[in-house]
């Protein structure tokens, strides 16, 4: 399993991005699979995932951030709205398959005017 993310970049506050993760090889784990954000020092947070019944969104997002896939679920995508500084962070997809956690390079995401 291979994941690669993309479409980040800068953006103002209040602006919208949306990021997407492509899965190669045998693709995404099932239902599990999501996004996780990283900022210099502090540990791995969970943005987005979906589970087998429904969607996990972090406190810090809800009503903002809106996790989806494509129907062959090869492609993943984070849209992003109202978005605020601390928002800032690296974007990391992520699936669990095989018995293990797979992870993309992740993507920079900055907001700031």
């Known amino acids: 399993v291979q994941l690669q993310a993309s479409g980040g970049g800068l953006v103002q506050p209040g602006g919208s991005l949306r990021i997407s993760c492509a899965a190669s090889?045998?693709?995404?784990?099932?239902?599990?699979m999501g996004w996780y954000r990283q900022t210099p020092g502090k540990q791995r947070e969970l943005v987005a995932t979906?589970?087998?019944?429904?969607?996990n969104y972090a406190d810090s997002v809800k009503g903002r951030f809106t996790i989806s896939r494509d129907s062959a679920r090869r492609t993943m995508f984070l849209q992003m709205n109202s978005l605020k500084p601390e928002d800032t962070a690296v974007y990391y997809c992520?699936?669990?398959?095989?018995?293990?956690?797979?992870w993309g390079q992740g993507t920079q995401v900055t907001v700031s005017s």
């Open positions: 992520w699936t669990h398959k095989y018995g293990r956690d797979y």
């Open positions: 090889g045998s693709g995404f784990g099932g239902y599990s």
């Open positions: 979906f589970t087998a019944t429904n969607i």
